[in-house]
C-alpha cells in the first residue's frame, strides 16, 4: 500500500468516527419562545423598508435611462429580496405585492438577458457578423424594457392603501 493510499484510509476512518459522533447528537431544535411572531415580524419591517428605500432610489434612474444596466440588475435583485422578505409571515395586502413584484422580476430577468447576450457580442466583436440580429436584440429589449415600465407605473398609481409597503 502507498503512503498516500494509506494516509486516504486514515482519513476515510477518522471521518466515519467523526460521522458517527455527530449523528449521535440530537438536532438543535427551537423552542416556542426563542423566536417570537412579534421579533420575525419587527425584524421583517426593518428590512422591507431598507429595501423599499433602495428600490425608490433605483426607480428614478432607470426610468431616466433605460441602458443602466447594473441599476436594472440592481432593481431586479432588491425586488426579489423585497419579495422572498414579503413571503415570511405574509399579509393579505402583502400577497399582491408579492405577486407584483414576481411579474417584475421576470420581466426585468427579460430585460438581463438580452442585455448580456449584447454584451457578449459586443465584447467579442461580431456586431459586423450579426447587424440584424443585434438590432433585432435591441428592438425587443427596448419592448420588453417598456413593458416593464407600463407595468410598473400601472401598479404604482393604484391606491397605496393596497399595498403593506409604498412604493415609490
Not at 2 to 9: N, Y
Request: charged content about 35%; overall charge positive.
Amino acid at each position: 500500500m502507498s503512503k498516500l493510499q494509506s494516509e486516504r484510509k486514515d482519513l476515510v476512518i477518522t471521518v466515519v468516527r467523526a460521522a458517527k459522533a455527530m449523528g449521535k447528537n440530537s438536532p438543535l431544535k427551537l423552542g416556542p419562545y426563542q423566536v417570537s411572531d412579534a421579533k420575525v415580524r419587527r425584524r421583517k419591517k426593518k428590512i422591507v423598508e431598507k429595501l423599499n428605500g433602495k428600490i425608490r432610489q433605483e426607480f428614478p434612474l432607470i426610468l431616466g435611462d433605460s441602458r443602466r444596466i447594473e441599476e436594472l440588475h440592481e432593481l431586479r435583485k432588491n425586488c426579489k429580496k423585497l419579495r422572498y422578505t414579503l413571503e415570511i409571515l405574509p399579509s393579505e395586502k402583502e400577497k399582491n405585492l408579492i405577486g407584483v413584484l414576481r411579474k417584475w422580476q421576470t420581466m426585468l430577468g427579460d430585460v438581463r438577458d438580452n442585455d448580456i447576450t449584447e454584451q457578449f457580442i459586443r465584447e467579442n466583436h461580431l456586431e459586423r457578423d450579426i447587424e440584424k440580429i443585434m438590432a433585432d436584440l435591441q428592438m425587443v429589449r427596448d419592448s420588453k424594457f417598456r413593458s416593464f415600465v407600463q407595468s410598473a407605473k400601472v401598479e404604482l398609481v393604484k391606491p397605496k392603501s393596497k399595498f403593506s409597503v409604498p412604493l415609490i
